[in-house]
């Protein structure tokens, strides 16, 4: 499973252009990267969809499971936000497009943002709820027999013990929107690309190329920073306990 990335990542330090054929160690493929005005374009936009779609995911998702935690016990409801997760990406992907069409909605940045969020807050509601379920309703009505006021309470008290699942959601919906390919492809219009479409653009036109290997190879070790991440986060979280 994991021998085509390794040879994908070893061929982007590779002078050579040819795969299997070592003629040195260089970095011209990530400096030529650096020059590459559409690249760092695609980088910056990814990077701005992903970050709005982790954090505005996260909110909704983290409401959603407060409110399904705490105040509903509807099981059809509560299903609904396992959807996104069930249907296949493309089908989602397929019904946005159609959505947007019939609405004559113009493509870009924020169908692609919607697009998302839509997508991501099924896994923020998976991450967050069960944080929510864990903590006794005894603490609350503690903090606000002592005091406080609701908002309080969830504030000071729910807020900081949901934070695992809160950092879980963030990474996972960042991870997943920086990557996705599908739902990315079918919403977005012309002009606004991600580095997942650069890459398929410039594979499709090209084939493999050694600034390709150095583009994907980027893509991978920000989705290996993000998993590692929320992995010494876990393992801290596990001796503090």
């Known amino acids: ?90 089908v989602e992907a397929v019904s946005l497009l159609m959505l947007y069409v019939a609405l004559n909605v113009e493509l870009g940045f924020w169908t692609v943002l919607i697009g998302h969020i839509a997508y991501n807050i099924s896994y923020s509601y998976l991450a967050i709820k069960p944080q929510f379920e864990m903590t006794p309703h005894s603490l609350e009505e503690a903090a606000i027999n002592l005091g406080a006021t609701p908002i309080e309470a969830f504030l000071k008290v729910l807020l900081p013990l949901a934070t695992p699942g809160i950092i879980s959601s963030v990474l996972i919906t960042f991870s997943m929107s920086f990557d996705d390919f599908v739902k990315t492809l079918f919403t977005t219009g012309p002009g606004f690309k991600t580095l997942p479409l650069v890459i398929w653009i410039r594979a499709a036109r090209a084939r493999a190329t050694p600034e390709l290997n150095a583009l994907a190879s980027i893509m991978v070790a920000i989705s290996l920073l993000s ?9 801290e979280a596990k001796k503090e306990k």
Request: proline letters at 3%.
């Open 1 to 90: 499973m994991y021998a085509p990335l390794a040879v994908l990542i070893a061929q982007s330090f590779n002078t050579s252009k040819y795969i299997g054929v070592w003629k040195g160690f260089t970095l011209e493929w990530y400096f030529r990267l650096t020059g590459d005005y559409e690249v760092l374009e695609a980088t910056f936009n990814g990077l701005a969809v992903a970050t709005l779609s982790a954090l505005i995911s996260t909110l909704l998702g983290g409401i959603a499971g407060y409110y399904f935690s705490r105040y509903s016990r509807s099981g059809v409801a509560d299903s609904l936000l396992y959807v996104p997760i069930v249907i296949p990406e493309i």
């Open 227 to 235: 998993s590692y991440i929320y992995t010494r986060y876990l393992l």
